[in-house]
């Protein structure tokens, strides 16, 4: 597979891989929760959450977008997925969704996907960009969406 190249700063890529390196010394007792966080299912190993990204963004992490993991988010235990229930002023998506609409089922489950694939990846030492890459094409493989970066085909 060849990858995109990398074009984000370097500070982002050690970043990344400190939280990916001290991802296995986790305290399993430490798990966050409340109001903004709840329980959808059991998925390949992992608990899957839907949870407020706003509420998030405002109180953990500015940079928690619409989906993640421990390998990732320091803060998100390494057999939880967090995907966000609405989409954000600032998201990536390529078409028009409007500030704080709820993300589609099909959205939602392509992100599950992508967060348990990019996981995965980076738990056998990829990077997190490569770990990425692979994540979206396997989104693009389920065709669970006919494009990951669109929240309607």
């Known amino acids: 597979m060849k990858f995109k190249k990398y074009n984000r700063s370097?500070?982002?890529?050690?970043?990344?891989?400190?939280?990916?390196?001290?991802?296995?010394?986790?305290?399993?007792?430490?798990?966050?929760?409340?109001?903004?966080?709840?329980?959808?299912?059991?998925?390949?190993?992992?608990?899957?959450?839907?949870?407020?990204?706003?509420?998030?963004?405002?109180?953990?992490?500015?940079?928690?977008?619409?989906?993640?993991?421990?390998?990732?988010?320091?803060?998100?235990?390494?057999?939880?997925?967090?995907?966000?229930?609405?989409?954000?002023d600032g998201c990536n998506c390529e078409n028009l969704v409007k500030k704080e609409q709820k993300v589609s089922q099909k959205y939602f489950d392509s992100t599950v996907i992508h967060e348990i694939t990019e996981f995965k990846e980076m738990k056998k030492g990829r990077s997190y960009w490569k770990a990425h890459q692979i994540a979206l094409q396997k989104e693009i493989e389920i065709c669970i969406l006919k494009d990951p970066h669109r929240e309607v085909n």
Request: hydrophobic content about 40%; overall charge positive; cysteine-free.
């Open 10 to 88: 370097k500070v982002w890529a050690e970043l990344e891989l400190k939280i990916q390196k001290r991802a296995k010394k986790k305290d399993k007792e430490f798990i966050l929760s409340g109001k903004w966080k709840r329980f959808i299912r059991k998925q390949d190993g992992f608990k899957i959450y839907a949870v407020d990204g706003e509420w998030v963004r405002n109180n953990i992490s500015v940079i928690f977008g619409h989906g993640g993991h421990g390998y990732v988010h320091e803060f998100i235990p390494n057999d939880e997925i967090w995907i966000g229930t609405h989409h954000f």
